[in-house]
């Protein structure tokens, strides 16, 4: 279970609106961190297919189509949802604190 005392913030919360995404960086590594009407979620942002940014894609309901080749992942789970991917992007537990989305970024599913 991640607690408060391991995470580290990367974004305010009003940064991300719902239905959108935003890329945030945290000890060099790049995030994506997505609001499904008011739930926030935290993901790899590279594509596990090619170079495409998640962060830069286009999030339709609880899924993120790659803005590289159209191929999109199950954004809660990580799950690859439509061809071409086929391996799974790395999931963060999000918290809410103060404000700010936070994630342990040693823990990740």
Same mark, same amino acid.
């Given at each position: 279970?991640?607690?408060? *005392? ?7 919360? !009003?940064?991300?609106?719902?239905? *959108? !995404? %935003?890329?945030? &960086? %945290?000890?060099? =590594?790049?995030? !994506? ?6 739930? #926030?979620?935290?993901?790899?942002? =590279?594509?596990?297919?090619?170079? $495409?940014?998640? *962060? @830069?894609? #286009?999030? &339709?309901? &609880? @899924?993120? @189509? /790659?803005? #590289?080749?159209? $191929?999109?992942?199950? +954004?809660?789970?990580? =799950?690859? !949802?439509?061809?071409? /991917?086929? %391996?799974? +992007?790395?999931?963060?537990?999000? =918290?809410?604190?103060? $404000?700010? +989305?936070? +994630?342990?970024? *040693? @823990?990740?599913?």
């Amino acid at each position: 279970m991640t607690t408060a *005392s391991k995470s580290q913030a990367l974004c305010q919360s !009003a940064d991300v609106p719902p239905g *959108s !995404a %935003l890329r945030a &960086e %945290l000890g060099g =590594q790049a995030y !994506a961190v997505f609001n499904l009407d008011g739930r #926030f979620y935290v993901t790899q942002d =590279q594509c596990t297919h090619g170079p $495409g940014a998640l *962060s @830069e894609g #286009f999030v &339709e309901g &609880e @899924e993120i @189509e /790659c803005p #590289f080749h159209a $191929g999109r992942f199950h +954004i809660p789970t990580g =799950q690859p !949802a439509a061809p071409p /991917c086929t %391996l799974p +992007i790395k999931v963060w537990a999000a =918290q809410v604190i103060d $404000g700010k +989305i936070c +994630i342990d970024p *040693s @823990e990740h599913g």
